[in-house]
């Protein structure tokens, strides 16, 4: 028996990695004799581009960059192992994680930070840049990691405009000539499954913003300002962008991406499956066991869990999960195209004491569903 292990992470508790350390080592304890590939997975959230910089084999680099505040760090990034492209997460320079509860407030942060890695890793010879861009603590529809880049945006008065949220609604005059060369000449995608348009009742500001720390008068704030520089990036290029979807991801960054860095945004499951060669270590399976922290409706509209299930379907392949928390009907289950979900916390244990213990539960289930 060949058995492909494929977990995202569970939130909270455990890395990908950590995860299939763990059902592996639950399958082995009974079955010393199958064989038992692992490969982590991820769906372009936090923990990507790590996952893709060590898939690729290559290194991580470290940078002087700027926090969401303004603040000095050291950030990294991946470069594969060809040396032909890079792996950037948004959160690694402009995270919400980065911040304090009280220095949360999107009106007042930044992606310039990201952008400086950005810079970075188009100055290295690179011809892909895979950017990640989920869990920012931002609103600023991308002008930061513009600005690093060589764009300049100033005010109706020729006055430069500092790249924060708060600003969006000064800008009136966009200067590209001083822009980064390799933007036009290195293919740049966006790992990206939110759907939202740029501004409006489902876009960046009012569905994002509030868990970054604004107050309704900032999501209508920042909501203006986004709407202000769509139609500044329309009169000035003929651009528009701001209704497509994915244009309203982390803050914004999915339109300021596709505007200044003139990137693709893509599926997240799909661009860390084509990297990693997931089809192919799925045709050599006999089965294919996968998991993630929770299993909700919203595993079954996308993201990392459908997209191994779907692989499974395609190949004839039985795919089986572990979660910590199921909340899904067998109907659900079937329809996600799972053959078996099983919860591996025992019932009504806080959250806290099952989060420290994940590792053996996980182990456990594994061992008790495959005796």
Request: net charge negative; with cysteine; charged share 15%.
């Amino acid at each position: 028996m060949h058995v492909l292990v494929v977990p995202d992470k569970f939130k909270g508790s455990l890395t990908a990695q950590q995860a299939a350390e763990a059902i592996k080592a639950g399958l082995l304890a009974t079955h010393p004799g199958w064989t038992v590939a692992v490969q982590p997975i991820a769906d372009g959230g936090e923990g990507t581009a790590a996952l893709l910089t060590e898939a690729t084999l290559g290194t991580f680099k470290y940078c002087a960059v700027a926090d969401p505040l303004g603040r000095p760090i050291t950030a990294r990034y991946g470069v594969s192992g060809d040396r032909q492209t890079a792996f950037i997460e948004l959160a690694e320079a402009s995270g919400l994680h980065l911040l304090t509860q009280g220095d949360r407030n999107p009106l007042y942060t930044s992606t310039f930070g990201s952008g400086t890695l950005i810079q970075d890793a188009l100055g290295s010879g690179i011809t892909e840049l895979v950017l990640c861009i989920g869990g920012s603590a931002t609103n600023d529809a991308g002008i930061g990691l513009a600005a690093a880049l060589g764009y300049q945006f100033f005010d109706a008065r020729e006055q430069p405009v500092f790249p924060i949220g708060a600003n969006l609604i000064r800008i009136a005059r966009i200067d590209d000539t001083a822009v980064h060369p390799a933007i036009r000449q290195v293919r740049i995608r966006v790992a990206c499954d939110v759907t939202n348009p740029l501004y409006g009742p489902v876009g960046a500001a009012f569905v994002y913003a509030p868990q970054k720390g604004a107050t309704e008068a900032d999501v209508r704030k920042l909501d203006d300002g986004l709407r202000r520089i769509a139609a500044l990036v329309e009169q000035t290029w003929d651009l528009t962008v701001a209704d497509e979807p994915g244009s309203g991801a982390a803050g914004g960054v999915g339109f300021g991406a596709r505007v200044f860095l003139k990137a693709h945004l893509e599926p997240g499951f799909a661009l860390v499956a084509q990297y990693t060669h997931l089809a192919e270590a799925v045709a050599k399976a006999d089965l294919i066991i996968t998991g993630e922290g929770k299993l909700d409706s919203q595993t079954v509209h996308g993201k990392a869990i459908r997209g191994i299930a779907e692989l499974g379907r395609a190949q004839q392949k039985p795919v089986v999960a572990f979660c910590g928390q199921l909340d899904l009907t067998p109907a659900q289950i079937q329809q996600l195209g799972l053959q078996q979900a099983i919860a591996i916390s025992p019932p009504h244990l806080p959250l806290h004491e099952a989060q420290s213990k994940a590792a053996r539960f996980l182990q456990t289930a594994v061992t008790a569903t495959y005796p």
